[in-house]
């Protein structure tokens, strides 16, 4: 008998991986390609929607090939995605009328603004779960109806994009739609996405028409919803294109919570944290949708086929894994590895904190004007200590959030679940394990977001056939447990809140 498998695309901020598992979630074939980040003007982040839909079909084809897999032994593939990332494309032609806006782009920051001066905040929150940020879909797609040049199409009638989207002539999608579209040709996404767009009612489980209007994104451009382990499936692979079988496409999942369901976090107040570019603190909270009173999102954590919603609470960190990236442009380090060893070599930061706020401060500050900030220095500072600064500037942002996730949910957190690339350095590990006061658990497999996608659309076809097995498959790598006083961690933590006092509101002029 022929061995089979599921596929996961995970295609994230800096490039598209593809990855392919086995019964027991261990990874069969991975192949990753990164994409080109353009920055048009100061706080301006795009991607080309093209280049990723290239790449996509490109690192699938090598995964196979690489793990000596044939696409006919795919019983399905799932999706995950950088959230909120916009695109607006040409429903006849396919082709985007824009590059894709990218989460972290900040340049509708004035439009929010405009928003909190009216007063709206609180209802856009009551909606949708989310603050009103730049962030999220909604402005994105509002600013692309304005001001993207409009394609000179076959049509040739020069409508403007408005009026073309009005009628239908246009859609938009975060990059899981986009994905599923150039995969099946249907225009889908699932309620994890939706969530993320400032535009759908997270407990009525629709979009909402007075946001719809708000932000002039009319009703025939935004995708059907649908749940993110589909056992209806969004749609096949054509078995005339690249991949040249018909696979199910029956799973999706923004990559947080994907690495959410990744982790097996099922059961309300299991939570995890996930460190790529961002960081993305997510806590369970079963069939309610609980308020956040300390500045973070609620937000959907999955849907199973014919199942309630559940929903998660979410801290979103814009700059982790960005800042080592950051630490690597200015030739502080060579490669992130280097990290752990420049920031052990000093016994402290003699003082110095730095404030990632490359993008704004996500939660719970919400601060689209903060900018990075290196506070403390003294003559005596050397690049081990600003190096230290930058990985505990992580595990401080992850404090901050999971002081506010106690607070909000009432469940005192003993364990926490960690991913993402930097999870490999045990030195941020233990820092963090130190920081938060609790014990930290790293999987075996650390790509639990390809891992969460591949799961639901596993699920979906019967490839498993409970959650229960997927329990069984998590296994810890290492854990990690406080080695510091909580006195200590604590004097610490608050010369933090007055080197982010120190960052905020920076940007004046843009």
């Not at 994230?12 to 990874?27: A, C, E, K, L, P």
């Not at 995969?183 to 767009?197: E, F, K, M, P, Q």
């Not at 998660?312 to 960005?322: C, D, P, Q």
């Not at 992130?336 to 000093?346: F, G, K």
């Amino acid at each position: 008998m022929v061995d089979t498998y599921v596929g996961s695309i995970d295609q994230g901020t800096t490039g598209t991986r593809f990855m392919v598992f086995d019964h027991s979630g261990q990874v069969v074939a991975n192949a990753y390609k990164k994409h080109e980040q353009i920055y048009p003007n100061p706080g301006w982040v795009e991607h080309d929607p093209i280049e990723i839909w290239e790449n996509t079909k490109e690192v699938v084809q090598e995964g196979l090939e690489e793990g000596g897999i044939d696409a006919s032994q795919l019983e399905a593939i799932g999706i995950t995605n950088q959230r909120e990332t916009t695109i607006v494309w040409d429903k006849e032609t396919g082709k985007p009328v824009h590059n894709a806006l990218v989460w972290q782009d900040r340049r509708t920051t004035d439009r929010v603004e405009e928003l909190q001066d009216e007063d709206k905040v609180e209802w856009i929150r009551e909606k949708t779960g989310l603050e009103a940020d730049a962030y999220f879909s909604a402005t994105k797609t509002e600013w692309i109806l304005d001001n993207a040049e409009p394609l000179k199409l076959q049509s040739s009638r020069g409508d403007s994009l408005r009026s073309r989207a009005e009628d239908g002539e246009l859609l938009m999608g975060t990059v899981d739609a986009w994905l599923i579209y150039n995969l099946t040709g249907n225009h889908i996404t699932d309620v994890t996405n939706a969530s993320r767009t400032m535009l759908y009612n997270i407990r009525d489980m629709e979009w909402d028409d007075e946001l719809l209007e708000e932000f002039g994104v009319s009703k025939e451009m935004v995708p059907e919803v649908r749940p993110s382990s589909d056992e209806d499936f969004y749609g096949h692979t054509d078995a005339d294109g690249f991949l040249g079988e018909e696979v199910p496409v029956a799973g999706a999942l923004g990559d947080q919570q994907a690495a959410l369901f990744g982790q097996t976090c099922f059961d309300k107040g299991d939570a995890k944290n996930t460190y790529g570019t961002g960081s993305f603190y997510l806590m369970n909270t079963g069939n309610e949708a609980v308020k956040s009173d300390h500045g973070l999102l609620t937000t959907i954590g999955f849907q199973m086929s014919g199942e309630p919603v559940q929903y998660a609470l979410e801290g979103s960190i814009f700059i982790t894994g960005a800042a080592i990236e950051w630490l690597e442009d200015v030739d502080l380090i060579n490669n992130a590895a280097q990290t752990a060893e420049l920031a052990s070599s000093v016994d402290s930061t003699d003082g110095v904190y730095m404030v990632p706020a490359f993008t704004g401060l996500g939660a719970p500050h919400w601060d689209g004007r903060a900018r990075g900030t290196i506070v403390g220095m003294t003559r005596g500072t050397r690049k081990e200590h600003i190096v230290r600064a930058t990985l505990e500037s992580i595990a401080y942002q992850t404090r901050d959030v999971a002081d506010a996730m106690e607070a909000d949910s009432g469940v005192e957190m003993t364990s926490l679940r960690v991913d993402g690339g930097a999870v490999k350095n045990n030195f941020l590990c233990q820092l963090q394990s130190d920081i938060i006061q609790t014990d930290i658990a790293r999987p075996e497999v650390d790509e639990t977001t390809a891992l969460g996608s591949a799961y639901a659309a596993g699920l979906a076809v019967g490839y498993w056939d409970t959650v229960d097995e997927l329990r069984d498959n998590w296994q810890i790598d290492r854990e990690f447990s406080p080695e510091r006083s909580s006195e200590e961690v604590d004097k610490l933590y608050d010369r933090w809140h007055d080197a982010v006092e120190r960052s905020l509101n920076w940007a004046q002029e843009e």
